[in-house]
């Protein structure tokens, strides 16, 4: 038995310290807005937040978070840069399928964290999730836009 913190909460867990978190979430808690697509941590549908930083859970042994604090795709609108990263989402019509984008959102969120004002470059290293629709260029767009409102923020403090 160990326990883990997810969105805030803590659930008492009862699996192999080897079992992949993404198996808890959506096995064990009945989390499914984090997707499985490759299993391998390389497409990042998988992708929550582990202590803020995007973090591949196909691949990460629940023995291995201890008091980690994890967030995922349904609590993401609780954080501010979440929020907004959502509402870009929408406002640049960014999902096409959707079934990448909890990961996208998830990682694009970390990235505005450590980063309020990514260039391109930033962009390209960061958000490697891969998306089968295609929608690279509104993620870029959604996120230049997201660091637009936090440039303008920063102007009138």
């Known amino acids: 038995m160990m326990e883990l913190t997810i969105n805030g909460v803590q659930h008492h867990i009862n699996a192999d310290p080897d079992t992949p978190l993404l198996w808890v979430l959506r096995d064990d808690l009945k989390m499914t807005g984090t997707k499985y697509g490759c299993g391998l941590a ?6 929550v937040l582990i202590n803020g930083n995007a973090v591949r859970s196909c691949v990460t042994p629940v023995g291995e ?3 980690a604090q994890i967030t995922t795709i349904e609590e993401i609108e609780q954080d501010d840069i979440g929020k907004r990263v959502v509402a870009a989402w929408i406002r640049h019509q960014v999902p096409q399928c959707g079934y ?9 969120t970390s990235l ?13 290293a960061v958000m490697v999730n891969l998306c089968r629709c295609g929608t690279y260029n509104a993620v870029s767009a959604a996120i230049h836009d997201l660091a637009g409102e936090a440039a303008e923020e920063g102007a009138k403090q």
Do not use: E, F, W, Y
């Open 65 to 67: 978070l201890g008091a």
């Open 112 to 124: 505005l964290k450590q980063t309020p004002h990514p260039t391109d470059d930033d962009i390209r």
């Open 100 to 108: 990448c984008q909890s990961g996208q959102v998830m990682a694009a």
């Open 42 to 47: 390389q497409c990042g549908a998988c992708t």
